[in-house]
């Protein structure tokens, strides 16, 4: 059986110090796919880049910041998919371009769409190359950045492992520049929150930064892959991580011993699609927390919904002091929803098999 791993490229790595495009790096990682490919795996590519390659062809000051991203990937997503393009063709494989948006994943049919998209190319030998279609996605529309994307691709195409390719090893315990600080080497469930060590800066062409890594590596690693964050500059990155025994230094995020189902593995990158809110009282919130995965969210716990939804869209979980606990589909309109509040003996809000908690 072939492995399948997902593989995020960043801005950074694929970004010559001169502005636009790293070709050679580009050709070395496309070398290392291509070598993998070889010796049985699939591999599906998130690949930033884009608004890179588009900025190193147009100078206008006088555009704003959703304008110029426009237009700048517009023209540097033909350019990058090029690029790639040329590049697996010497190495006699065949890629292909998967743009997307949030918006188009909100909905399962959506969802299971792009998943069978991919499917069949990885089923005829294609290499998936992905990348948000930020042409059109802006604003609250936007995945955070590919980061996210590829946390959703990764759960979405039942990969075994997501690799996060940055311009550093991995997470530091301290600022990456100073001496004394060490890559943290391995993040264990139930101990992700790494917060204390996560520099907020933004890489130089990337929306993100490591706090979003962290973030969706741990919320990845939940659901049962192993995520990994390592350097992307590194030659022969992506063979000595898959292929090696060398001990590569890299942050490893291990998996969960209880994957996710395939329905909760979409729900748990639902909540930026969230259309309301369903507020809980103490008791519910420790009955969720405390109890088996089997809890669903009961209307006799319920204090308060915000929000207009429809039945089966997603909503967040919410206790009485604000805090989000989770996120899943409703079974109710938030009209009917309402009129149910604090009542026993009704159907849940949330199913417990459609609810994924934080």
């Known amino acids: 059986m072939k492995k399948r791993i997902a593989v995020k490229i960043g801005s950074n790595v694929l970004a010559a110090k001169e502005g636009g495009l790293d070709l050679s790096r580009i050709k070395q990682i496309v070398s290392q796919v291509s070598t993998l490919h070889k010796q049985g795996f699939e591999i599906i590519m ?10 190193s062809l147009i100078t206008d000051d006088k555009l704003d910041a959703v304008s ?5 990937s517009a023209i540097g997503q033909a350019k990058l998919i090029n690029h790639y393009h040329t590049f697996f063709e010497e190495e006699g494989l065949v890629c292909g ?3 997307t948006t949030k918006e188009s994943l909100s909905t399962r049919s959506h969802y299971l769409n ?53 311009n550093i090893d991995g997470i530091y315990n301290g600022n990456p520049s100073d001496a004394n600080s060490s ?42 892959l192993e995520v990994i964050i390592a350097n992307g500059k590194k030659d022969d990155i992506l063979l000595k991580l898959l292929t090696s025994d060398e001990d590569v230094v890299c942050t490893r995020f291990l998996p ?57 869209d997603i909503v967040k979980v919410m206790d009485e002091e604000g805090n989000q606990l989770g996120v899943g589909k409703a079974q109710y309109k938030s009209d009917d929803a309402r009129k149910l509040i604090g009542k026993k003996g009704k159907k849940p809000i949330i199913h417990c098999d459609y609810l994924y908690l934080f």
Not at 68 to 72: D, G, H, P, V
Not at 261 to 269: E, M, N, R
């Open 46 to 55: 998130v690949s930033s880049g884009a608004v890179a390659a588009g900025r």
């Open 68 to 72: 110029a991203r426009q237009l700048f």
């Open 97 to 99: 371009q998967v743009l």
């Open 114 to 166: 792009q998943r069978n998209c991919m499917e069949v190319m990885l089923q005829h030998g294609v290499v998936p190359i992905v990348n948000e279609n930020d042409t059109i996605s802006v604003t609250e529309l936007m995945f955070t950045d590919n980061d996210e994307l590829s946390g959703m691709v990764a759960t979405m195409m039942g990969a075994e492992k997501l690799i996060i390719l940055s």
């Open 183 to 224: 890559v943290i080497r391995e993040v264990y469930p139930g101990k992700r929150d790494l917060s204390n060590y996560i520099q907020t800066s933004k890489s130089s062409y990337g929306r993100g930064g490591m706090q979003t890594k962290t973030h969706i590596a741990s919320k990845v690693a939940d659901e049962g």
């Open 256 to 312: 969960s011993k209880e994957p996710a189902t395939s329905i909760k593995k979409w729900i748990a990158h639902s909540d930026g699609f969230a259309r309301g809110k369903v507020i809980i009282n103490e008791g519910a919130k420790q009955a969720l927390i405390e109890g088996d995965s089997a809890s669903s969210v009961l209307f006799v716990g319920v204090v308060r919904i915000d929000g207009d939804f429809e039945k089966d």
